[in-house]
Structures are given as structure tokens and as C-alpha cells.
């Protein structure tokens, strides 16, 4: 891929950062329609950056979301330093939450973010250790 | 029909190149250049806002005078559902339509009849819709013309019946075609509006080929006139009138409320609107069935046209609303046969408009992204507005659009 037909955007998620929760999937979101990508790639996209950056403030110590477009594809890197993802495969079932009752009193929380995540993307993938690094990667094509 | 068309437009020689529009345009689409406001066309969605701030009464509606009526042999006037909030609650709106007729129309159409009629197509079309949720209501042209440019993603949210307006002048022309034996352009339709988005969708309608309409009179324009007239009026004339259900179009959730849903969302005001659909398009109100956003602060009665404080329109039409000593007196049958036949819905697809798209080549495209992301490092982003363009980020799409240059900054030179 020629580097220079790309863009790439980086955004600093907080944790428990509520008031700038958001921001970053919709600054994304502007992007790409700027960009002119047809409006269900788009969808999908702020979708998964904006799940991605809730799971941040909600789960880790922070961390970042890095977002890769190309005439092709965007990709999507969500990395938060925190306690990690015990069992990804239960973390991956629609309904099962571990945020704290204060948080789904906000209305978050619902244990649907993972599972939106992928259903948004093309291709996926989560790693995480425990009291460390969680890792998401997700790709979208742009369909021509 | 321009593709183009737009109601609102400004009085140069009343602009005095303040910015006040500028910074509230929700769309971006206004410029400041040479001390004059300039509107890009493509962007504007006819909200009104730019004409409700403009301290010089530069930013107008494009409108049509009584004149106009004496192309036609049969005068109509569809008087709005708004009007109902323009009077104390003890006038009587037979007065008020006469008050219109005397202006010189053969008849007075209320627009809230056919309100009533859409409260029970939208009640039928509710039980089997298969649209994605929320259902969007189609009522504010402004609002569908921002999902249109900015939202295009929900443009299948959207449920495809008539407005009122449209459904009235329809109504309106086939009666008196077939009352009178009248040929359809001897018939002279007029709105009277409170919205300029409304007169947009006269000339350039959406979900139809061509409105039934032919021309707008402002209810500012005719107000003092109505009231001198009904004031004279001694024989009562009965009007056939909308029942309390279609009066409550004309505020911010009475529509949902004449329909029955419960689980609905109301929002009034451009900018609330925008956040609410940034919400629906991340599917967080996926569980919500009716969305009903309007441009204007409290609905319709907030309308730019309007003569009566919105405030005090919206207590007037909640105050007969929540009377609720009546019922809609169309026939659910009939109604059920006007969505049936089609008379009342929608037959074209509505479009979305790439206006804030940067290139048609995404390569291309990409490009002018990284030059916006340099230059906007380069701009001092106090968004301050001295060069013409409402934020520095603007300003540097302005640029890379090549209709600015960086010295238009004044703290670049
Ligand atoms: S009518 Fe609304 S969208 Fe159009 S220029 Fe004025 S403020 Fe902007
Ligand atoms: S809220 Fe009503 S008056 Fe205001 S722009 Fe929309 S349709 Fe027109």
C-alpha cells in the first residue's frame, strides 16, 4: 500500500472520560464522509470506533484508538492498557457485561460492545492479557 | 425545477456582513466575502435559523404576493396548522378563514384536515412497517434535507406518506376538479406558511416529482389583514376545520401523540435534531419507533414566518390539545383508502447529497484530507471568523477547496 494514499488518525481515549466520550467516532465519522465513502460503510464505521472508544473509558486506564484509511480499507486499532480481558469468549456473547452498576445506569454498558464490534467489521481480532495490554483490530472494506 | 432551489436567500444591500448568520448556520453553508454573506447552495437546508439571527433582516424567504392569485380562476389558500396559535384561544377560526378568504380566495383549505387524515394512515402503517427504527417522520423538510446531506445512512428511516401540506393541496385540487368541472391549471393553490423550508419544497419537492402547490404567502405578509378582516365579519361562514389531533402537529411531539405511539422521541431545534440522529446512526434508539425532529424551537409554531411568540403559539395549541373533546371526523376507512391508492405516500426515492464530499476520487480525496490536517495545525484555532468562514477547520477546507487562501486568515500574512 502506497503510504502515501493514506490517512491516519489518532485519538488519546481517557478513562471514565464521559464528556469526551464520542468525539472521536464522530470526528472519524466526518472524515470519511468528507471522503465521500457510501453512507453504510460509514455506519459501520462510527459504530465500531464508537463502541471501541466506550469500551475504553469504561474498562481500561485509557488508551488510544488509531484509525488507518486507505482507498481500499479502514482499519481500526483499539489498545487500552487495564485489568484486560479474563475470557474473551464470554466477553464476546451479547448481553454479558462486566461494567459496574454506576456505569449502566448511564445507559452503557449493556454488553453489547464487543459483539457489535465484529458484527460491524470485515475481519477481527482481540487479544488481551490480564493487568495488561487488550488489543482490537478490526477491518472494514470499502466496497466499490 | 432547479435542483438547487432555495427559499431562503439574502437582501445584499441589507447585509451588512456581520457573521451572525455565519455562526449559526448548522450546515456550514454560509461565507462571509467582501463584507457580504454568501449561501452555498448546496448545503443549505432552508432551517430558517440564519433568517431568525440576522440583526439587519438581510437573510429573507423567497415568497410570492397576492397578485400571483389573479393567474388562476380558482383561488385556494391552505391555511396551516400554525395558524391555530396565531389567535387568542376564544377567536373563532371560522372568522380567521374567512378573514384569509376575503384576501381573495374562492376557498380556505385547513391544512389540520389533512393532518387528521395522516394520524390515521401513519396509525395503519405502524402495525406492519418493515422500515428500520426509529421511523423518522416526514413533516420537516428542513430535517430531511439535513439527513439527505449529512445523515444519508437513515434516509431508509424515513416513512414514506405525504406531509400535510402536500396531502391538502392534493386534496384541495382533486375536489375542486371534480366539484366544478375545473381544469387543473385553472386551480391556483397557496400555502401559507410559517416555514421556509416549506417553500423550498413548493419548487423542489422531496419523495414527489412536483408539488401540488403553486405559490406561498408568509403568514407574516397577510397576518394584520386577516385580523382586519375577521374583525368585519358578521355572517358566520362554517369552515370544515381539523379536529384537536391535527391541530397538534403544529408543536413538538403532538404528532406523536395524535398517533398513539408511545415509545417516540420528540426533538425540537436544528441543533438538538443533530445530535439525536448522530445517536440513531451509532443504533442507540434502535428500540425507540417514531422520531419526530423539527428544525424549529417547540415545532412548527416556532417557525421563522410565524408572527406570534412561539412560546406562547405552543401553550395556545397544547391548551386545546389537551381539551381532547373530539375526534378526527375523516372516516379511518377512507383515510386507509387515500395510503392504499398510494394518494398519499411517497413514489420517488429520496436522494442522498454528497455536499460535504471533498473529491469524487477517493484518492484524490485523501489527499485534501492530509492538506486540511496540515493547514489546520497551521491556523491559530480561535475559530474567530474574521476571514469569512465560521471555524479555522472551515476555513482550511475552504482553502484545499480552492475557494480561500491561507492570507484570508488575519494572523497569517
Ligand atoms: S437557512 Fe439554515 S442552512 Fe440555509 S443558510 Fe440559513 S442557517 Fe444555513
Ligand atoms: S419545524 Fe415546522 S416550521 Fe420549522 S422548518 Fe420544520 S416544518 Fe418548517
Redo the contacts with the bound molecule.
Sequence with gaps: MNEKNSIKLEYEILQNDFTRAGEASSNIKKILKQLGIEAKIVRKVAIATYEAEMNIVIHSYGGIIKVIITEQYIDIYAIDKGPGIKDIELAMKEGYSTAPNHIRELGFGAGMGLPNMKRCSDEFNIESTPNGKTEVYMRIYISK | MEEYFHS?VLDKDRCNGCTN?MR????E??RVRDKKAI?IKE?????????RVCPYHA?QTQLDTLDKLKKYKYKIAISPMTMYGQFNLDKDMNKVFKGIKMLGFDEVFDEGYAADIITLIIRENLKNNQQPKPLISSLCPAVLRLIQIRFPSLIDNIIRIESPMELAARLARKNAMERYGLKSDEIGIFYITQC?AKVTSIKNPIGIKNSHVDGAISIKQIYGDIVKNSNTVEKIEAFRTASTYGIDWARAGGQSKSIGVDNYIAVDGIDNVIKVLEEIELGKLNNIEYFEGLACVGGCVGGPLCVENPFIAKSRIRRLAEKRNDEIKVSREYAIELYDSGFACWTEKIQSKGAMKLDENIVEAIKKIEEIKKLTSLLPGLDCGSCGAPSCRALAEDIVRGYSKIEDCIFKD
Design positions: 431562503v448568520c449559526r448556520c448548522p450546515t453553508a454560509i449561501i448545503r443549505c437546508i432552508d432551517c430558517g435559523e440564519c433568517i437573510q421556509p
